[in-house]
């Protein structure tokens, strides 16, 4: 069995496997922390006492440090500029940090983690941040756009680039690609570009060949990028991807 299961959306990352110790930190995206083999410890201050709970949520750029004390955890991380996720992150804040989904959801959870072979969204609908629906058709000028930025994200994107590309103005253009694809194209290209330096990067680059690949200026980049975003660094999971097990969930240039 892997150590590690890792699922990737445009907007989303989902990593189940054993407890990693973690610094005290802060990243972009939003952040359940569940326990999959008993309760997990947070807290958002440095010397402040921990507080244990079968799960917590992190709100985006919090500071934080959780400890799992050793078993299985599930880290998912979304998006929070997505409108897939708005909502839900809505809730949770609401909520409180320790409003945890039900055990249904928690027990999906742990059959993935233990290599069900189920589809993740029906593990992750408890918890937030589904993804667009099957079959919904694109506006033409957006599925260009789409295509375009697959083309090119080895070198900068910008708006009023793609904006030219599919005849369009840039404020046209970013109002339609939020609406269409659910976040902001600059963020949307961002996670396109961690998303294509982990492909590579599991099909067996090196870390700096994977980085110039998906755009980024050299290896030292993706990982500021992607600490930033995750809270751990790119060559934690390469040095574990003998034993990670990995899914590319939909298509790519759909976002």
Known sequence: MPLFRLHLWP?????????FDTAFHRHHAAQFCIGLEGAVRLRREREAAWTSAAGFFVPPD?????????????????EPESLACAAPLRRQAQAGPFAMADEAAL??????????GEDPEMALRGFGGA???AGRSRDPRVAAALQWIAAHLEAPVRL????????LSPGHLAHLFSAEVGVPLR?????????????????????????????????AHLSRTFRANFGVTPSFLFEHRAG????????????
């Open 11 to 19: 907007e989303r990352l989902l990593l189940l496997g054993p407890a």
């Open 107 to 116: 027990a999906a959870l742990r059959r993935l983690h233990g290599g069900s």
């Open 187 to 219: 963020r949307y290209v961002l996670w396109r570009r961690l998303r294509a330096a982990l492909e590579r990067a599991f099909a067996g680059d090196s870390l700096t060949a994977a980085a110039h690949a998906a755009g980024f200026a050299d290896s």
């Open 62 to 78: 919090a500071p934080h440090q959780f400890d799992a004390g050793g078993g299985a955890v599930a880290l998912l991380y979304l």
């Open 160 to 167: 009023a680039a793609v904006a030219a590309a599919v005849h």
């Open 244 to 255: 990670i097990a990995v899914r590319f969930e939909g298509a790519a240039a759909e976002g």
């Open 131 to 133: 993804a667009p629906a």
